[in-house]
């Protein structure tokens, strides 16, 4: 990398806002005070540019304005922006960076510093430099006298981590006639991702009650483990109670989230279950699991973009089918060819370790509120959380007696349960309370199948997983081999697949409500050299523009900067058709001089909102074949005859790929759709059944700001008259509307024709807006 610094091009205005808004939502940026007497004021300008760039989302911008800022820059003022964008665009020459500032004893970095660069090295199994990171951050935290009390907390728990590599090591296997069997920990080398939530517990002690229900079993292993899984043993109803030939059982802790860096036993079974959503320190998630795991997949859920890689992807056909905890789930796996059916979720059958109960309160006993806002709680009502951060230090065994204790609680003292938590709701209604499920959102994707279930439903569900469950666990512990365990396993499951797959392929009705075709209303055209010719119009290129009902001045003044960037570019004519509801409000005689024979301009007044126009532009302009949509700010600085000539290859439209992290899934953007229906649970299943009915997860998601639109083929294969029903039924802006209809069947416009002048220099653009 030069270390010659360059001038910076500072980035604009609404790049700082974005990190205002997360500032304002308690989430600092990363760029640090510093005085850096040395540095040229340059390179500490890229710096800050690049971590702007970072907290915007743009790595590929970060990791370029990083180009000429010294280490003695980006180590103590962007050490995270640094070290994450370069992992992705040159990782080895960041390792090489990393390298030199840990062997170097005299460049002095703030603690926090050095944990910034040790989580994504660690987590890269770069376990030789990871270390050297941590004993430079151990050195610097022992020698203060002031540190932070988040940056001591992360040494101390990075120490029983740092010597662990995710090599997936092996521990001795098991003696003959013993069983080994792995329980799934919370555990995590990053401290705030071990869990905080005994909910979480409570899904470990429902799983391990079809363990336990084996009579003949006894454990050891793991001496804590051991002990709390013979408590629970104890703990199982005689009716629930499975006969069966003695085995030794040796059980192992794995982290869920890091089997990979644990010491296993070939041959180890495990239940692998819950929701994986605790990537390491932010840059990979720890799937697959361990290579000596032989994990039964049931109550999985799953809908992160970057855990589901190619090699997860092909583990779970492995050892499929999956069984799923929600039908979201269940539709994704599907999407990718992955055999999967909806099982429900474990907490169902968590009264596999409580004794029959005598008595149970009366009705004058209190109602629970379990993580219920306080506002919803009446004046002395009974509270209780479900997450606290000392479960994060308790063992793994006390948090399940813990869970017990809690349940136990709860069946003993209450009459009923209010509660916003999957994990209050089910356990407490298998324990036969009375529960009132309040959560902030009931169209989220984990509650599909789950939430309002009839008693019936419940049922259902708990005695299907209790009676697949005994079989296989019944096939493990009596010495069964793998094949013949998956066997079975697929055997057992195949009819539930099956069901699965019907569903997938059944039609999903269209919610009620589409948006109606909008009609034109009025229209003029500007400067009586333009009239419209029919004749004329196929050969000049279509420009068309939203208007919306805004301010009107700066709407004319948007589109007098963008026919003066046509009209010195273009090579070719060109007419631009301004649309939409607020046409009328544009001030045509500030237009007027700009219209030539070369620039037609004419306004087409619509009654549709902005998201209908553009959809419905086939039909709006029956003589337009191909139309390029544009902004009004857009700004052209080359001839747009390059969108015109773009091959779509058969497409309806062409879009520029999006590149902001936590926008580039096509999943994520109709995810967000479904989340915005809350309490309309029809309408957001229907969305998700359609999505992954039509669409492989997952694709890349696109922006629509620029769009190049064939319209003759929108309007020869019903797109727009479909797109607008959907868009109506499941009130969908134009970017979701897009993603669900078309998923990742588009063409693609090059990024230097879709630059936002907010987030990006414009340095080299075809077309840049956003201003």
Not at 456 to 468: G, K, V, W
Not at 665 to 684: C, K, N, Q, V, Y
């Amino acid at each position: 990398m030069p270390t010659t610094p360059r001038r910076a091009s500072r980035l604009t205005h609404p790049v700082r806002a974005v990190l205002g808004r997360r500032a304002g939502r308690g989430r600092p940026t990363q760029a640090i005070p510093l005085s850096t007497p040395k540095a040229a004021p340059e390179a500490r300008h890229l710096a800050t540019e690049a971590v702007e760039a970072y907290e915007a989302g743009l790595s590929g911008l970060a990791w370029e304005r990083f180009d000429g800022v010294p280490p003695q820059v980006w180590a103590r003022r962007a050490m995270t922006a640094y070290v994450r964008s370069g992992l992705v665009h040159d990782r080895e020459r960041v390792l090489a960076d990393l390298r030199a500032l840990a062997d170097d004893p005299g460049f002095e970095l703030k603690p926090r510093a050095w944990y910034e660069a040790l989580g994504p090295v660690y987590a890269l199994g770069e376990s030789d430099l990871a270390r050297a990171l941590f004993r430079r951050l151990d050195a610097e935290v022992s020698s203060r006298d002031v540190v932070g009390e988040r940056t001591r907390e992360a040494r101390d728990w990075m120490r029983d981590w740092i010597e662990s590599a995710p090599t997936s090591a092996s521990a001795p296997a098991v003696g003959t006639g013993a069983v080994s069997f792995a329980v799934l920990t919370y555990a995590h080398p990053g401290r705030r991702r071990a869990s905080a939530n005994i909910g979480d517990h409570v899904q470990s002690l429902a799983s391990l009650g079809h363990l336990v229900r084996h009579s003949g079993a006894t454990f050891g292993g793991d001496k804590e483990l051991a002990e709390a899984l013979t408590e629970l043993q104890e703990r199982v109803p005689e009716r629930l109670r499975v006969d069966g030939t003695a085995v030794q059982v040796k059980v192992i802790a794995a982290p869920r989230d890091a089997s990979a860096y644990a010491e296993i036993p070939p041959g180890t079974w495990t239940l692998a279950f819950g929701w994986y959503m605790h990537a390491l320190f932010d840059v990979r998630y720890g799937f697959p699991f361990h290579r000596n795991l032989l994990p039964l997949f049931v109550s999985f859920h799953c809908n992160k973009r970057d855990l589901m890689t190619p090699e997860a992807v092909d583990y779970l056909r492995q050892y499929g089918p999956i069984g799923c905890r929600d039908w979201t789930t269940v539709d994704l796996l599907l999407s990718m060819g992955v055999p999967a059916f909806f099982s429900g979720c474990l907490t169902t059958t968590v009264s596999a370790v409580f004794p029959d109960q005598d008595k149970r309160p009366g009705r004058r006993a209190p109602v629970a509120y379990v993580d219920v806002p306080a506002e919803d709680v009446p004046r002395n009502g009974t509270v209780y959380k479900h997450s606290r951060d000392t479960i994060r230090t308790t063992s793994f065994a006390d948090n399940l007696r813990d869970a017990a204790t809690l349940l136990d609680t709860y069946r003993s003292t209450h009459r009923s349960l209010v509660t916003s938590r999957l994990h209050a709701y089910l356990p407490a209604r298998s324990l036969g309370l009375e529960v009132d499920f309040v959560p902030k959102n009931l169209s989220d994707p984990r509650f599909e199948g789950l939430a309002g279930i009839d008693d019936q439903e419940f049922d259902a569900i708990r005695t299907q997983i209790t009676d697949l469950l005994e079989q296989m666990t019944t096939a493990i512990l009596t010495g069964a081999g793998e094949s013949d365990v998956y066997a079975l396993w697929r055997t057992l499951t195949a009819d539930r697949v099956r069901e699965a797959e019907a569903r997938r392929a059944a039609l999903v009705p269209t919610a009620d409500g589409g948006f109606a075709t909008p009609s034109v209303v009025g229209g003029t055209v500007v400067g009586a050299e333009t009239a419209h010719d029919e004749d004329r119009a196929s050969a000049v290129d279509e420009i068309v523009v939203p208007v919306g009902a805004d301010d009107a001045a700066t709407t004319t003044s948007q589109v007098c900067d963008l026919l003066i960037g046509l009209a010195e570019h273009a090579q070719r004519p060109l007419r631009v058709t301004l649309l939409g509801t607020g046409v009328s409000g544009v001030d045509l005689e500030t237009l007027r001089p700009l219209a030539s024979p070369s620039l037609a301009i004419r306004t087409v007044e619509t009654d549709g909102a902005t998201v209908h126009d553009v959809l419905a532009l086939g039909e709006l302009l029956p003589d337009v074949d191909r139309a390029v949509l544009l902004p009004p700010g857009a700004v052209v600085h080359r001839d747009p005859g390059g969108l015109f000539d773009l091959d779509l290859g058969g497409h309806a439209f062409a879009a520029p790929t999006a590149v902001r992290r936590g926008r580039t899934s096509g999943f994520g953007m109709i995810e967000a759709a479904a989340l915005r229906l809350m309490s309309d649970t029809r309408r957001s299943t229907e969305l998700r059944r359609v999505a992954y009915g039509a669409h492989t997860f997952d694709f890349d998601a696109f922006e629509v700001d620029v769009l190049v639109l064939d319209l003759a083929t929108m309007r020869t294969t019903g797109f727009a008259a479909t797109t607008l029903e959907r868009a109506g039924a499941y009130r969908l802006g134009l970017r979701e509307a897009l993603h669900l209809q078309a998923g990742p069947d588009r063409g693609v416009v090059p990024a230097e024709w879709a630059v936002d002048s907010r987030l990006r220099p414009v340095e080299g653009a075809a077309l840049s807006y956003g201003r």
